[in-house]
């Protein structure tokens, strides 16, 4: 929490996003619950592998967390597909140098 009273996040591991057109770029700053990329050139979906594990191998997948992805160029929400403990794949309407935020919050 900050100063301000906003809810900030910090990480030691970055997400990275892949699967996203050629040279995709994650915005400085960006953390597993709150990430913003702009897709490479010839994307069609984005792949993003969180920067640390949502939960142990040992919890049940009723554990991974609860996300929301938009597509902030063409307004768009996009679909997560596949959502596990280490990543999701956003697909939907993704095009070279879309910007997209994506934003996910844990639970116990």
């Not at 984005?46 to 594990?53: D, I, K, L, P, S």
Request: hydrophobic share 35%; with cysteine.
């Amino acid at each position: 929490m900050s100063d301000a009273g906003h809810i900030e996040y910090k990480t030691t591991v970055p997400p990275s996003a892949s699967d996203c057109g050629t040279a995709p770029a994650l915005q400085q700053g960006s953390t597993d619950n709150a990430m913003r990329i702009l897709a490479g050139v010839g994307a069609t979906q984005c792949r993003v592998t969180f920067g640390a594990e949502w939960y142990s191998a040992s919890l049940s997948e009723a554990y991974r967390p609860f996300c929301t992805a938009q597509n902030m160029t063409s307004g768009a929400v996009l679909v997560q597909s596949n959502l596990t403990s280490t990543g999701v794949v956003l697909v939907g309407s993704v095009n070279g140098g879309d910007e997209l935020v994506l934003t996910c919050v844990g639970r116990t």
